[in-house]
């Protein structure tokens, strides 16, 4: 009697990533992120987005946080590629530091939710994710203290200046603008970018009406400062 041939189970085949599905998965992420919310959005709504069934989403993403904190990497990278793009072989650190607010501006006005929730949505996450953005995000800001930090010890800006302050004041006018720009208004983001950069260094006053001193008068208020951290 021929012996039964006992085959031995296959063991399954992970399917072959798909060409483009971690875009088409972080991009649909990121528009129901800024238009819903991260805790009203769920997995299921981002694989329908992302026009795939939810196991083929959870085969590279563990879980919704995951694909957060991919969308907020992919931020930060698109981001800090963007302003390194502007900047180029550009060698002067104050129009560096203009063109790359300029790009900023740019990518979160023309439609980049990635960035969009990076900047507004992480305070209303779950602890867990919170951490992870916080991370990414800190990237990101440390990037532009390279830059203020170049563009201050260029000898061209007021000696004593909170560049911390400068970053905070700057980054959140700049970033406020993508509550109110309309794309079919009257200005760019460009526009909108370089206006805010002009204000930002040269001032809102006519030079008559600037106290005499600016260096005392800017001294007095980062004495203030220093006081207030010790």
Not at 94 to 121: K, P, Q, T, W
Not at 220 to 226: E, P
Request: hydrophobic letters at 45%; proline letters at 5%; glycine letters at 8%.
């Amino acid at each position: 009697m021929a012996k039964t041939q006992v085959v031995a189970p296959r063991a399954p085949v992970e399917p072959a990533p798909e060409a483009g599905a971690d875009e088409r998965i972080l991009k649909a992420a990121g528009k129901l992120f800024r238009e819903k919310g991260f805790a009203a959005t769920t997995v299921r709504e981002i694989a329908a987005a992302a026009n795939m069934l939810p196991g083929s989403l959870h085969y590279r993403y563990a879980s919704k946080d995951d694909v957060l904190l991919a969308l907020m990497n992919r931020a930060v990278q698109r981001a800090r590629d963007a302003v390194l793009l502007a900047i180029g072989d550009v060698t002067d650190p104050i129009e560096r530091l203009r063109l790359g607010l300029r790009a900023h501006l740019e990518l979160l006005c023309n439609g980049d939710d990635s960035l969009y929730v990076l900047l507004f949505d992480w305070r209303s996450l779950p602890a867990g994710a919170r951490e992870g953005v916080e991370r990414e995000r800190g990237k990101y800001e440390s990037f532009w203290d390279g830059l203020l930090i170049d563009a201050h010890a260029s000898g061209r800006a007021r000696p004593l200046l909170d560049l911390e302050l400068v970053r905070h004041f700057g980054f959140g006018a700049i970033n406020w603008v993508a509550t109110w720009y309309r794309p079919d208004g009257d200005r760019t983001p460009a526009q909108i970018a370089d206006t805010f950069f002009s204000y930002l260094a040269f001032g809102l006053l006519h030079e008559p009406a600037r106290p005499r001193d600016l260096d005392s008068h800017f001294a007095g208020l980062m004495a203030a400062t220093l006081k207030g951290r010790s």
